[in-house]
């Protein structure tokens, strides 16, 4: 056991004991650990802020109600006060043409909750258009003509476009 030597110990007796080589050894690192740990801990942080990134990113491109063409513009909106039944949603929104596909795209983006209704009535924006929705009848008689389309997703979550529902 007496006879074991620690290099270690040694060299910093030595520079210890011989000031001139104190500043020889202080450039140099003693632990070339650390350094590797520096260099994980710097890897691991350039990774974890490209993850992040990346993630950031596709939260900014993923597509949206102002993505699609129509020029979509929410008028009016109505929604129940009940809270512990189901939740019925009416919206008024006007589109700048005939964009059944899209039409049908917007009402999937708008809020559904379970066991609920979503109803979206949709209106040329060249015409004339409700700006006040009421649970009851919906839209006002003297609009139903200018309605291009209905979105309803029901409770089920079962979606219906009609085209000119009001169109005899």
Same mark, same amino acid.
């Given at each position: 056991m007496g006879d074991e030597r620690c290099e270690t110990c040694d060299v910093r007796r030595y520079v210890m004991n011989y000031p001139e080589q104190r500043a020889k050894f202080a450039s140099k690192s003693l632990r070339p650990q #650390?350094?590797? @740990? +520096? =260099?994980k801990k #710097?890897?691991? @942080? @350039?990774a974890a802020f490209i993850a992040v990134a990346i993630m950031l990113w596709n939260v900014a491109r993923e597509p949206g109600i102002k993505d699609l063409p129509g020029n979509f513009n929410e008028v009016a909106f109505v929604r129940n006060e009940q809270n512990s039944g189901p939740v019925v949603r009416i919206y008024a929104v #006007?589109? =700048?043409g005939e964009y059944w596909k899209e039409m049908e795209q917007y009402g999937n983006y708008m809020p559904h909750t379970k066991y609920g209704t979503t109803r979206i009535y949709f209106f040329?924006? +060249?015409k004339t258009y409700p700006t006040i929705l009421t649970l009851g009848a919906n839209i *006002?008689? =003297?609009y139903r003509d200018n309605c291009i389309g209905i979105y309803e997703k029901n409770g089920m979550a079962q979606v219906l476009l009609r085209k000119h *529902?009001? +169109? =005899?």
């Open positions: #650390t350094s590797m @740990l +520096k =260099n #710097t890897y691991i @942080l @350039l #006007t589109v =700048n040329s924006d +060249k *006002p008689a =003297n *529902p009001y +169109k =005899n």
